[in-house]
């Protein structure tokens, strides 16, 4: 009976020294990469007591409009689970499921795969700041986590190459998980995808085939040099930071 105490006891102290070595590596590790906002503000929808720095359209000049409002928290490199590999934005509204407006950035062609519960994706023939190649934009999470859609009616699943035009409401702002473990509260993950020279989008989950949206909306969102929050500048390029 000891035996068993003295192994129960010495079994919670390697415990609580895990405990307290998770926290204290992981801590600022969240700090940094804005994965805290997924607790604190988009949990409870407090993002309104954020400062939003730029709201629709956005920074003048810049080729995109934004994609939606909101706080723009997990920025391109920023670390998911510790990968450092977020392949895109993610901007949270304050609003709740199903309201917060998401509009394509440019003009384009849009598809949504027959599977596709909360996404779509945009083919833009001509990239605006390097018109030889073809890129793609892709929005995600516009259903709640039951599956019901926010996409609007005019895309529906199957949909091939609607032709649209900058600012079109594509649907709102969503919660949905893929129904995995992972609980996300309700933002747009928003994406820059590279063409695979074929036609066809890249797979967007690795960050190698995505391109930094700084440029394309004038603000420096690569984690590498980041302002955040993100503000409007002449200076997107992390070079020389
Ligand atoms: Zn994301």
New binding site residues.
Partial sequence: MKDFIKSLLAMLLLLLSCVVFALGYSTPRLQESGLLDYWRYGRNHQTANLPQAISLPGCPNAPFVLPTNGWIG?LYGDS?LGTFN?????IFGDKGNGVTPVYAVADGYVTRYPYWVSAVIIRHPRDPLKPERQIWTYY??MADVEGHSFIVDQIPAGTVELKIKQGTLLGYQGDYNAHTWREVST?L???IVLDNGEGLFMNEMERVNTLDPSPYFGMRLNSRCADRPPACTQTVSCAGN
Wanted: glycine share 8%; proline share 0%.
């Fill in positions: 997990v998911i977020h392949s895109g934005l993610d995600a999470h933002h993950h928003f994406s």
